[in-house]
């Protein structure tokens, strides 16, 4: 999902997916795509028979082992865009690629170290949890439900947008019908499976994922007896910038945008709900801790495979006119620069080995969509029904009844949107996903965790602040007031809004935090003590929420 971010940046690379160019049919990748299908269709038979209640419909029951929760966590960042539109950018801009996708692993350390192990004391379901526990239960489930929900139907649009295209090229269906078998299969897993259900399945696609990248890895370096030196210097040879795609380049040329862009990528990572989520399917903080190990791990292996990848794509395809539209090397890829990982899988292991990363590919779409869809229906069903309509009141019999029917309303939307921005330049939605996360969301997670003078006056304007000038500014940018709406100038000249909201959020909660001097403020002050115990031993993690 982020590299979707890339997309833009590699010269508008998605010719043929704009113009719905048909492909002939790679028997050899639906083959396995069914299959992909059929067996994870059997897990979620199996799952659903296993989720019989809340705890184990959103959380597994708390039984997932910290390595398999890492290989999940793992699963739910890598993506199919990500594998595509990295490898894209490295292929296109070199050395500037892979610092781009170290940008999306910094945030990682920081989870490990500063949240993984607070989140699984002190949350149950949603990290909503854990800002309520000594705030406003109903003011604060009701903000992070709407910030949450915001990031989960922006990146479900770019997956069902990216599902769409990479469906329509590859397999040959209607850009409409790949879209809605994406969001119908989507709802099965999690209508029926709940999150055990979709963490095998993130499980096993990021296990075919590193697979599938491993090998076109391993065979790419083979042509260059696995010396990346030589790997890099044929690089330099065949790419028109020459030497210049070892070093820095343009695109982090003007500091204020990589600054903001870097701070969005880091720390909406802290604030993805269906990042968040995982924390509370393992048993306790060791595991919790051993996940983001495992994650980041997987993670930055993965970034090293793509770095490969994206040298591999210019040193080999680029001296064979076979992958070039008419022929002409030099020119432009066929399907254009965001096939390169497809065409090397290609050029290193055939048809056969292509198949297979392409059913990976779309088989990563179903996966991350299902995670995002279980953490909307969560919002919906435990922080919006159960906590702040039923005020509790409620049994887990109903909130599951909600949170299956929320997921068919979120699928049927997802559908809806996806088919509304066909064709739509999706970028602009990834920056404003990671925006909210990154002001509206961690923010007050990080001082409700990590502040006694948080109010819920503070928690409230600060998130509202972070929500509000992260998507105004986005609106504002480049990106969306030139590219999209059509005006001359951009209002706001920067892409990334991270480096503005972000700090608005902080500086309003701690500025209407310390304004506060009300009885109710001083009284949640006064419960910071109890919630720091709670989140060092982690007694009683499962009441977290229902103090």
């Known amino acids: 999902m982020l590299a979707m971010l890339a997309l833009p940046l590699c010269a508008q690379a998605t010719p043929a997916m704009e113009a719905g160019t048909k492909q002939p049919l790679n028997m050899t990748a639906i083959a396995m795509f069914f299959v992909f299908v059929v067996s994870t269709l059997v897990i979620t038979y199996w799952a659903a028979r296993r989720s019989r209640s809340a705890s184990s419909f959103y959380t597994a029951g708390g039984g997932i082992t910290g390595f398999q929760n890492g290989l999940a966590v793992a699963g739910d960042y890598m993506s199919a865009a990500t594998l595509l539109g990295i490898t894209s950018l490295v292929y296109v801009r070199g050395y500037d690629g892979f610092l781009y996708a170290i940008s999306f692993f910094l945030g990682w350390p920081i989870l490990l170290f500063l949240m993984a192990e607070r989140l699984r004391n002190l949350g149950r379901f949603t990290f909503a949890d854990i800002i309520s526990y000594r705030l406003d239960p109903t003011l ?15 990146y479900l649009i770019v997956q069902m947008v990216g599902a769409g295209e990479l469906i329509q090229l590859l397999f040959g269906l209607e850009y409409n019908v790949a879209v809605v078998v994406v969001g119908v299969l989507m709802m099965v897993y999690v209508t029926f499976g709940g999150m055990i259900a979709t963490t095998w399945v993130q499980i096993i696609k990021a296990s075919l994922l590193l697979l599938g990248g491993t090998i076109v890895a391993f065979l790419t370096l083979s042509h260059f007896d696995f010396n990346f030196g030589t790997l890099a210097a044929s690089a330099v040879a065949v ?13 982090f040329a003007d500091p204020i945008s990589t600054l903001s862009l870097s701070l969005g990528a880091v720390f909406g990572l802290l604030g993805l709900p269906h990042i968040l989520m995982r924390f509370f399917t393992v048993p306790n903080a060791k595991a919790a801790r051993t996940s983001v190990f495992v994650a980041s791990g997987f993670v930055g292996y993965f970034f090293l495979l793509i770095c490969i990848l994206g040298l591999g794509g210019v040193a080999l395809l ?8 008419d022929g002409q090397l030099g020119g432009k890829l066929i399907g254009g ?12 292991g055939g048809n056969l080995l292509l198949g297979f990363l392409s059913a990976v590919a779309f088989a990563t779409i179903l996966a991350v969509v299902s995670g995002l869809a279980l953490a909307g229906a969560a919002a919906v069903s435990h922080d919006l029904y159960a906590n702040v309509w ?42 404003l996903a990671f925006g909210i996360a990154a002001s509206s969301n961690f923010p007050i ?16 304007t600060g998130g509202l602040a972070g929500l509000v000038s ?16 059509g005006n001359p100038v951009a209002i706001f000249p920067y892409d990334h809004p991270a480096l503005f909201s972000m700090p ?44």
Request: proline share 2%.
């Open 390 to 431: 039923r005020k509790g009141r409620t049994t887990e019999k109903s909130e599951m009844r909600v949170s299956k029917i929320a997921t068919l309303c979120i699928g049927a939307v997802a559908i809806g949107l996806g088919i509304l921005f066909k064709g739509q330049n999706i970028a602009f939605l990834v920056a």
């Open 337 to 348: 620069n965001n096939m390169v990982a497809l065409h090397l899988a290609k050029a290193t």
């Open 470 to 485: 992260s998507v105004g500014l986005v609106i504002l940018s480049p990106a969306v007031w030139k590219m999209v709406l």
């Open 140 to 154: 604060m489930r009701s903000m992070a439900a709407v910030g949450g929900l915001m990031v989960v139907f922006f």
């Open 504 to 547: 608005c959020a902080f500086l309003f909660a701690f500025i209407f935090s310390k304004l506060d001097n009300s009885a109710r403020g001083n009284a949640e002050r006064a419960k910071f003590d109890a919630q720091f115990v709670r989140s060092q031993t982690g007694l009683g993690a499962a009441q977290a929420s229902d103090h």
């Open 318 to 325: 680029g001296t064979d006119p076979q992958y070039f539209v």
């Open 239 to 251: 790419h028109k910038s020459g030497a210049k795609i070892m070093g820095p380049g343009t695109l």
């Open 445 to 460: 997670l990080l001082l409700s965790m990590y502040w006694r003078g948080l109010t819920t006056r503070g928690a409230l």
